[in-house]
């Protein structure tokens, strides 16, 4: 059994986000965060009609459910919102960060995963893509760090993600 983390989701209004948050909160915490306050209580009210059990919290502010957790997950949305990303780069040391998008935001994953890694120079940046294939409940991780991305498959595994990790070619 893994040990309890604590997940701040950012911009929890695409599908793939209120997947996870619902998955994750039925075993762990999960801090959920949107700019759009309306969003954010809908999404809040919905995951908690879902399971009334589940441990989520709804954040007004982003520096503050980043500061709490372990994980900090940002929506192919929030990537964007450089006024979010400001709030959060001092309290997001050594932390772990997924962008989650799908195949159609590729090439922008790839450039804000570098952007990122260059922002949280002490964190872990890492990508997930939603799987166009049969598989679409599967998300599809890569990174630079062979341990964050093992860390935090194997964390989505345990809490019913399924996950297919793609590690960085070593072969250089």
Do not use: H, R
């Not at 059990?53 to 900090?72: F, G």
């Not at 990303?85 to 922008?108: D, P, Y």
């Not at 799987?131 to 498959?153: E, P, R």
């Amino acid at each position: 059994m893994s040990n309890k983390k604590t997940v701040a989701l950012l911009g929890v209004s695409d599908a793939k986000s209120i997947q996870i948050a619902k998955k994750i909160a039925e075993t762990n915490a999960v801090l959920v965060f949107d700019a759009d306050a309306m969003v954010l209580t809908k999404v809040y009210s919905q995951l908690l009609l879902e399971n009334p059990k589940a441990n989520l919290e709804m954040m007004d502010c982003p520096t503050n459910a980043s500061w709490e957790a372990d994980v900090i997950i940002f929506s192919c949305d929030a990537v964007a919102n450089a006024n979010l990303v400001e709030k959060i780069i001092n309290v997001a040391t050594g932390k772990m960060i997924l962008i989650l998008g799908n195949q159609n935001s590729t090439i922008t994953l790839k450039n804000s995963s570098s952007d990122f890694q260059y922002l949280f120079p002490f964190s872990k940046v890492m990508q997930g893509i939603e799987s166009t294939d049969q598989n679409k409940d599967t998300l599809i991780m890569k990174g630079n760090d062979i341990q964050a991305l093992t860390t935090l498959a194997t964390f989505f595994t345990s809490v019913g993600l399924k996950t297919n990790t793609q590690l960085p070619n070593t072969n250089s």
